[in-house]
């Protein structure tokens, strides 16, 4: 596992260049982004890759989604539910 600081560099990095970059806007979303460490959901021999603009593969036939998808796709349901309530 990487040391916390330059993993919070890389999440930065991967919010400002892959995700708001694209449009996402949800300040919620871009702070859930900036905050999980995706490399703790990866086999340790690719969490160098964890901040890439690719799916990972996790095992079992299963992939991690690319930072972009996973906070499209939350945004998406944050605005939802917010139509709905």
Same mark, same amino acid.
């Given at each position: 596992?990487?040391?916390?600081? =330059?993993?919070?560099?890389?999440?930065? @990095?991967?919010?400002? &260049? $892959?995700?708001?970059?694209?449009? *996402? =806007?949800?300040?919620? *979303?871009?702070?859930?982004?900036?905050? *999980? #460490? @995706?490399?703790?959901?990866? #086999?340790? =021999?690719?969490?160098?890759?964890?901040? =890439?603009?690719?799916?990972?593969?996790?095992?079992? &036939?299963?992939?991690?989604? $690319? #930072?972009?998808? *996973?906070?499209?796709?939350?945004?998406?349901?944050?605005?939802?539910?917010?139509?709905? &309530?």
């Amino acid at each position: 596992m990487r040391a916390t600081r =330059e993993a919070t560099l890389e999440r930065d @990095r991967m919010v400002a &260049g $892959q995700i708001a970059a694209r449009g *996402v =806007e949800d300040p919620l *979303v871009l702070d859930a982004m900036r905050a *999980v #460490p @995706r490399e703790d959901f990866v #086999p340790g =021999e690719l969490a160098e890759y964890a901040y =890439e603009d690719a799916p990972l593969r996790i095992g079992h &036939g299963q992939t991690i989604s $690319q #930072p972009y998808i *996973v906070a499209v796709m939350t945004a998406a349901a944050r605005a939802r539910l917010s139509q709905s &309530g």
